[in-house]
């Protein structure tokens, strides 16, 4: 699968003597942090990176950072071909999925997984340089302890088999092959990698040890039931 790029802000001097020529330098990110429409902002963007970084799905890499009391969470800026990017416009998924039919599956299983509903914008596809491949997923702050919901809520909701992701822009559009090899890459993830991507060892902003281990315990059941939600709710895809 593609490794996408990210945008090289400024080189400096050297930093050291050695065969690797390293160089400091910057490059750009989008800053989130937590706020009054979501909460747990910065906490489900790590999560949501760690999962998709063990699993291989294309998503945005991102960091913490900590520029005042609490952390931030910074999303590195996508490095755009050398035509524009915009964003994907709704007449464009199925080229995408065509385009991108590996990538696409993974990520309607990874939304399935983390409870995500808003990938629609959230989503930068390259469909007209075939020089420069990009199809890289951003923005998880409404997933996991989603915002809507009170946080034990949130969490007790993923351990159903609902399917909270409702609406999907590559639902009907990817292969049934493609999606069940997915499902099953989730699935036969060890139960101590899923609850590695969820617990930090320490309170992360407002969100506690104790919180942090009940959503790793609701994500090892979902993803232990993903293919029996993935068909009970009869998402479509592509003989």
Known sequence: MDKTTYTLRRMYKKAAKGITNPQFCTV??????????????VYNEVVATNIAQT????NAM???????????????????????????RKGWFTDAAKL??????????????????????NLKV???????????????SHSLLHPYYPTDEAIALLHTDELLAKQH???GLIECQRLNDWCLRFMEAS???IRECCEMGHTLNTVNVIT???????????KDNLQHIIKKHGIQCIK
Do not use: M
């Open 28 to 41: 750009n990110a989008v800053l989130k942090s937590d706020g009054i429409e979501s909460p747990q902002c």
């Open 55 to 58: 699993l291989h799905v294309p």
């Open 62 to 88: 991102g960091v913490l950072t900590k520029p005042n009391s609490e952390h931030c969470f910074a999303s590195l800026e996508i490095a755009k071909p050398s035509t524009p990017l915009p964003n994907i």
């Open 100 to 121: 991108y039919p590996d990538q696409a599956a993974a990520l309607v299983v990874f939304d399935v997984f983390i409870g995500n509903n808003d990938r629609y914008q």
């Open 126 to 140: 390259s469909l007209f340089n075939e020089n420069n491949p990009i199809f890289c997923a951003f923005d998880h």
């Open 169 to 171: 822009p590559f639902y």
């Open 191 to 193: 139960d101590y990698l």
């Open 212 to 222: 942090q281990r009940k959503l790793a315990d609701a994500l090892v059941w979902r």
